[in-house]
């Protein structure tokens, strides 16, 4: 099952300072028929104005991921925790028994960034909070997982750890280029292109387009043009 959802149909609102757009309900947009995909909860599209930002505010009980498209983002927490995170950068927090954190765009242009929410399998965990490099030129044509709480990643001592049966991962395709990638029963995968088209199991899908994917023992994507993939592989909720 391939369900394309339009980035143009997706809720949202701009702020003026903010520039939302969600793919599952969130905030003031609710869709009965989008909380979620398998573990996955939130996936926003935001862009952020230079000097703005999120003032410090409260979670708990979530894996957060932060994809940095263009800009960076300024992180700090009561954790003590602070950092900058720029394009190609990822950042995770460990919500856990609870956190505090601001972030906001010091950058001189508009910061631009994916903000993925993923339920955590154990409730209570401790908070924590981390920042990594990916650079781009090692996943062509392949994902690389980016952040992830899957056993087979365990080891690798690559990803970022996430406190979820799930993985955050990236991918580049050139025009033309097929990348495939197995799902598992009892798996779900939900994958946006960052930038250009392509064609996921033979249903065509733009730039920022949400693709929900399910009991499909393999993925097949090729790219009608050059194309920044991101996708999120998770166990059923």
Same mark, same amino acid.
Do not use: Q
């Given at each position: 099952m391939i369900e394309i959802r339009p980035f143009a149909t997706l809720g949202g609102r701009d702020h003026?300072?903010?520039?939302a757009r969600h793919h599952f309900s969130f905030a003031d947009y609710h869709d009965p028929a989008r909380m979620g995909w398998g573990r996955l909860r939130v996936w926003n599209d935001d862009e952020i104005k230079p000097g703005n930002g999120f003032a410090?505010?409260?979670?708990?009980?979530?894996?957060? %991921? $932060?994809?940095?498209?263009?800009?960076?983002?300024?992180h700090r927490d009561n954790m003590g925790n602070e950092g900058r995170t720029e394009a190609g950068d990822v950042q995770i927090m460990s919500a856990?028994?609870?956190?505090?954190?601001?972030?906001?765009?010091?950058?001189?242009? %508009? $910061?631009?960034?994916?903000q993925i929410w993923i339920l955590p399998d154990h409730r209570g965990a401790r908070p924590a909070w981390g920042t990594k490099r990916f650079p781009k030129a090692g996943r062509e044509a392949r994902f690389e997982v980016l952040a992830s709480g899957r056993p087979q990643d365990a080891d690798t001592g690559n990803?970022?750890?996430?406190?979820?049966?799930?993985?955050v991962m990236a991918a580049t395709l050139r025009a033309g280029q097929t990348l495939r990638q197995p799902l598992a029963p009892g798996r779900v995968a939900y994958l946006v292109p960052?930038?250009?088209?392509?064609?996921?199991?033979?249903?065509a899908a733009g730039a920022r387009d949400g693709i929900a994917i399910r009991d499909e023992a393999e993925i097949v994507i090729t790219a009608r043009e050059d194309a920044e993939l991101v996708m999120v592989e998770a166990a059923e909720a």
């Open positions: 003026g300072w903010l520039k410090p505010h409260g979670h708990r009980d979530m894996e957060i %991921v $932060t994809y940095i498209r263009e800009g960076a983002i300024t856990g028994t609870g956190v505090v954190h601001s972030e906001y765009n010091h950058e001189p242009g %508009v $910061t631009k960034l994916f990803a970022l750890p996430i406190n979820a049966d799930a993985a960052a930038t250009g088209a392509v064609e996921v199991n033979g249903v």
